[in-house]
């Protein structure tokens, strides 16, 4: 079966540090993976996804950056974290086009 | 592209009551559409899910319901339970071959014992 996991679970940074979150997932090849971001009490926001190896596609241009160095791996990056990047980072993957996401269990990340 | 909306954005009911939580979407290209139950400080999660090729699918308490024609689909939660308060999205994907779902902005079910 399909594993998904996330590290780490909980982060708290200062204002313009560096940011790295992983996510792999075990059981399945070629997956299409997908970062959301959640703020507190809000929906999804899709900030990337990828569709296979070292191609990332960006939705929302910020200060965070994706990259895939592997079939099952992908990882969430910022050189200089804000305020606003304070939430709830989940990455989800799924199998085709249509096809339910499955999420991982999230990174909590606090800036201060 | 796709635009999904979800109402009510907050529902409350007593236990042992039904609800029902209702989405639109926009694109007739959209075939594939799940909900996800999220709890505090969970990730979400898949708890049924209905193609466009069928009506309507039942799980137990939980059934979703498609109407093609008028683009909207329900999530109708029968018998209420304290446990079943949660954030509910619902979601629309498929649309021109596109990867990415497109999501409601939730909805806060709160189930009074």
């Known amino acids: 079966s399909q594993t998904i996991h996330q590290w780490p679970a909980t982060l708290v940074q200062p204002v313009g540090s560096p940011l790295s979150l992983e996510c792999t997932v075990e059981g399945t090849s070629n997956p299409n993976l997908y970062w959301y971001r959640q703020a507190a009490g809000r929906g999804l926001q899709l900030l990337f996804y990828?569709?296979?190896?070292?191609?990332i596609s960006s939705e929302v241009p910020q200060n965070l950056s994706a990259s895939r160095p592997q079939d099952r791996q992908f990882i969430l990056s910022s050189k200089k974290l804000l305020l606003s990047d304070s939430g709830f980072y989940l990455c989800?993957?799924?199998?085709?086009?249509?096809?339910?996401?499955?999420f991982g269990p999230g990174t909590r990340l606090l800036v201060l | 592209g796709e635009n999904v909306e979800q109402h009510p954005s907050t529902l409350s009911v007593q236990e042992g009551d039904s609800a029902v939580i209702k989405c639109t979407y926009s694109?007739?290209?959209?075939?594939?559409f799940p909900w996800y139950k999220q709890e505090l400080g969970k990730r979400p999660q898949l708890i049924i899910d209905i193609r466009s090729n069928v009506g309507e699918k039942k799980d137990q308490r939980i059934a979703v319901t498609l109407n093609k024609t008028a683009k909207h689909f329900s999530l109708h939660i029968t018998e209420t339970q304290p446990e079943d308060s949660a954030v509910y999205f619902c979601?629309?994907?498929?649309?021109?071959?596109?990867?990415?779902?497109?999501f409601g902005r939730g909805t806060s079910l709160i189930v009074h014992p």
């Open positions: 989800a993957w799924t199998a085709g086009v249509i096809e339910t996401q499955y």
């Open positions: 979601a629309a994907s498929g649309s021109g071959g596109s990867y990415i779902p497109t």
């Open positions: 694109d007739s290209a959209s075939n594939y």
């Open positions: 990828s569709v296979g190896i070292g191609q």
